[in-house]
């Protein structure tokens, strides 16, 4: 009897164990938009992040592919992977391991992303009707929140920044690095270069994205190019 409960035993615990995947399984976040990298060359990877809480400062590439995963730009994705050691031989310039999606657990879309668009600054304080010193044109900046870079006209010069924050609502932008042209009325650089600097918060509402400051006053209002 005990050599028969031995060998029941012995059988549940092999096929438990022939039942569980080889390597190992890590819960990872894929960002919502690919971006360009060079692996072997030139090439697009995914952004993600491993572990249970999302870290958006910390994305890194991943330059691989994921078996069964089917990528829709746009959304977070939230996965269990399971990853193991790739059979000999494997290829010089080829990953030692195998990615396989085990369970999708969330797919959102990411509010991040309605950001990026270039933008008419309207007013800055209570400054209104902002132009260009030099060409009498429109003060227009660029977001891009797939990449986290900014561009923008101050009036007198441009500058070129990182967002160092975004989740759809909070947002920190780097001071950024600017031309260095000097103008007889630095008034409208300065102010828009503090709210910038300043900015915690946005919005966006009726083809307007508005900034904000920790207080929740607002810094700089924008309308959508067309």
């Known amino acids: 009897m005990k050599n028969l409960l031995f060998l ?20 990872w976040w894929i960002n919502s938009a690919k971006v360009e990298c060079t692996g072997v060359g030139p090439q697009t990877c995914y952004q993600i992040f491993k572990g249970e809480e999302l870290d958006r400062q910390n994305w890194q590439l991943f330059y691989d592919q994921i078996e069964g995963f089917d990528y829709e730009p746009g959304n977070l994705y939230k996965i269990k992977v399971l990853v193991s050691d790739k059979a000999e031989p494997i290829p010089a310039d080829a990953s030692s391991k195998v990615y396989k999606l085990l369970e999708l657990i969330q797919k959102l879309t990411d509010p991040s992303l309605r950001l990026t668009n270039s933008w008419k600054v ?40 990182e967002i160092l924050e975004n989740d759809g609502e909070k947002l920190i932008l780097s001071p950024g690095a600017t031309t260095m042209m000097a103008c007889p009325d630095m008034t409208t650089e300065q102010e828009l270069s503090k709210a910038l600097i300043e900015t915690r918060t946005y919005k966006i509402e009726d083809k307007e994205l508005v900034f904000f400051d920790s207080e929740g006053r607002e810094l700089i209002r924008f309308m959508e190019v067309d």
């Open 8 to 27: 029941a035993i012995s059988f549940l615990l092999l096929i438990a164990c022939q039942s569980q995947p080889e390597g190992t399984v890590e819960t």
């Open 122 to 161: 309207i007013k800055v304080g209570e400054t209104e009707f902002l132009q260009d010193l030099k060409s009498g044109e429109d003060l227009i900046f660029e977001f891009n929140a797939s990449e986290n870079t900014y561009f923008g006209n101050l009036s007198c010069n441009t500058i070129r920044g």
